[in-house]
């Protein structure tokens, strides 16, 4: 079975442009969250979307949004990009929404802003 | 708010020898779960275990077991006979629950492994 995918795996952009992240579930997954790393705050939450709606949001600037499509695949998107917003962007997935289940991470997407 | 604390930054270990990485946790909901995950230099965040709040066997999975002491909030992962692939970024992890059935993930700040031969 496959594992989450995420593209790109690297993007270097430059201060005030948009950037859109995508991520493919692990079959069957209807559930993607989305989490921010890096080196001063760690992992952090961004968001989290099942069936095509936002359930949970972290405490993150409206310059961050996603969705997600009917297929479960989701992206995210920052628009006027910032330096700080260097970050690996972890998508997670996970099975039927469940609130017990485990979340299965993609390999991430590198954002260098210069 | 739920909290997770490691308090190693990091920890060198020789080749085959068992090893113990700590996490202490805060929360006041009575039902919760604790996981570990493995992050190695490519970046990928891989689970390694679970643990339940209401399980009452600490949990395995091969040459991980978690030593799970709810008394003293404490669910630090133990790997046995360790190997060179386990050097890595460890990370300890308590799943928060919200409302209809979503949750998020709230992470410590890991403890980097290094096994050296």
């Known amino acids: 079975k496959a594992g989450v995918t995420q593209t790109p795996r690297y993007l270097i952009k430059t201060r005030g442009q948009q950037v859109t992240l995508s991520c493919s579930p692990i079959?069957?997954?209807?559930?993607v969250s989305w989490y921010q790393q890096t080196p001063g705050q760690g992992l952090q939450f961004l968001f989290e979307y099942f069936s095509e709606t936002q359930r949970n949001k972290g405490n993150f600037p409206g310059r961050f949004s996603g969705r997600q499509f009917s297929n479960s695949r989701s992206e995210m998107n920052v628009s006027t990009l910032e330096l700080g917003d260097s970050a690996l962007y972890l998508c997670?997935?996970?099975?039927?929404?469940?609130?017990?289940?485990?979340?299965?991470f993609g390999p991430g997407t590198r954002l260098t802003v210069l | 708010a739920q909290k997770i604390t490691q308090t190693q930054p990091g920890m060198f270990v020789q080749e085959k020898e068992a090893v113990t990485l700590d996490c202490t946790y805060d929360?006041?909901?009575?039902?919760?779960?604790l996981f570990w995950y493995k992050q190695p230099s490519s970046g990928e965040m891989i689970f390694l275990i679970y643990?339940?709040?209401?399980?009452?066997q600490n949990a395995t999975e091969g040459r991980y077991s978690l030593n799970f002491q709810k008394a003293r909030k404490s669910a630090n992962l133990v790997i046995s006979a360790s190997q060179l692939g386990d050097s890595a970024m460890y990370f300890c992890?308590?799943?928060?629950?919200?409302?209809?059935?979503?949750?998020?993930?709230?992470f410590g700040q890991g403890t980097r492994l290094t096994i050296n031969p």
């Open positions: 992890a308590m799943r928060e629950l919200i409302i209809q059935g979503a949750q998020k993930l709230v």
């Open positions: 079959s069957g997954h209807r559930s």
């Open positions: 643990q339940g709040s209401y399980d009452q």
């Open positions: 997670a997935s996970r099975k039927q929404g469940l609130s017990t289940d485990t979340q299965y």
């Open positions: 929360t006041s909901d009575p039902s919760y779960g």
